[in-house]
């Protein structure tokens, strides 16, 4: 069956329906959040379409082998870059399964316990089509 990753990000996609930064919202509506995303992969897991996921702190740095061999290198990732937030690969029977599972992730409530409708970037994973 072919691999998907459902991409969240901090920003650089379109606006959303609900468009409030996660700093905005209150204790309650951040836990009923992440109740939903639990929820929603406890869901997947029982039907065997869920293979793993993670949420990311918005700190970053990009990292290389120095050219002179001195060791890694470091720099910030701009700000105004789009910093991935979280994903989740889900493991599903068709393209047509993974548009509609991360069509319901993307309604994950937020501010004011509204539905978010957020962008997800899907992307299927290398080899598995």
């Known amino acids: 069956m072919p691999r998907y990753v459902m991409i969240k990000h901090y920003r650089g996609t379109p ?22 995303m639990n929820d929603f992969a ?3 897991r029982a039907g065997g379409e ?13 990292v290389r082998a120095a050219p002179d061999g001195s060791g890694p290198e470091t720099t910030p990732v701009p700000a105004d870059n789009s ?9 599903v029977a068709s393209h047509e399964r993974a548009l509609e ?14 539905p978010i409708h957020e962008w997800l970037e899907l ?6 089509h």
């Open 50 to 62: 869920f293979v793993d996921s993670q949420a990311l702190a918005a700190e970053s740095i990009f």
């Open 15 to 36: 606006p959303t329906v609900n468009d409030h930064p996660m700093d905005e919202w209150s204790t309650a509506e951040v836990e009923d959040h992440l109740r939903y």
């Open 123 to 128: 992307r299927p994973v290398l080899g598995d």
């Open 83 to 91: 910093l991935v937030a979280g994903w989740m690969m889900i493991d």
């Open 42 to 44: 406890d869901r997947l």
């Open 101 to 114: 599972l991360a069509a319901e992730l993307s309604a994950e409530p937020g501010k004011g316990g509204n």
